[in-house]
């Protein structure tokens, strides 16, 4: 973890209810990170959060590596700016593989570019996501055999109300024409960190979405 680096801490409240805020680290010590304020990722509003308060941090590395920690507010500070010091990760830093984006049923608003125009804009939804790629389910009576670099906008919906709008590259893995769908399997290229990890958070909702709807059968 850098200076400048953006962290997304999340908040378990009653009820499974889960708050999510987005921060910077601003300083760096030998037990503590220094953070400014965090921003409530719904509301856009800044939130003092107290002492003792115990949370879920994530980041993505600059070689777009996902991590994750449990922290715990200590104390307020004021440095260049102020805000607040954290407890370090310690052994319970998790790095989150690449083989661990599992991907998660999900009908995600998508829009396919070639970016030699070799066909027109594909308008469409995903069967499924992950972290690493996605499976779009084209319509019929259109084929994707594009063998160079694809242009994706994609449409992410959080339980936050908020949507998060992606653009960024993918090239073509194989399609899949042996079920009544026809599906183009995907695999997102030098994806931005700070998208791939908007994904994966979206993809963790899901599974979270389905392992409710399982306990409440």
Partial sequence: MKIGSVLTLELKKTGMKTESYRCKIIEKSEHYLFIDYPINEKSKKTSFLPKGTVLKATFVDEKQHLYAFKTEIVAKVKLTVPGLAIKLPGDDLKRIQRREFVRVPAAVDIAIHSKNN??????????????????AILPQGINLDEQ??????????????????????????????????????????????????????????????????????
């Fill in 118 to 135: 070799a066909f027109p804009p594909i308008v469409t939804v995903t069967s499924d996501i992950s972290g690493g790629g996605l499976s």
């Fill in 148 to 217: 160079g670099p694809l242009d994706l906008w994609l449409t992410l919906d959080m339980q936050s109300g908020e949507y998060f709008y992606i653009n960024t590259m993918a090239e073509l893995v194989f399609t899949n024409k042996a079920s009544t769908l026809h599906t183009a399997s995907l695999k997102f290229i030098n994806i931005q960190k700070e998208d791939q990890h908007k994904i994966v958070r979206y993809s963790f909702e899901k599974q979270r979405e389905a392992r409710k709807k399982e306990l409440s059968v």
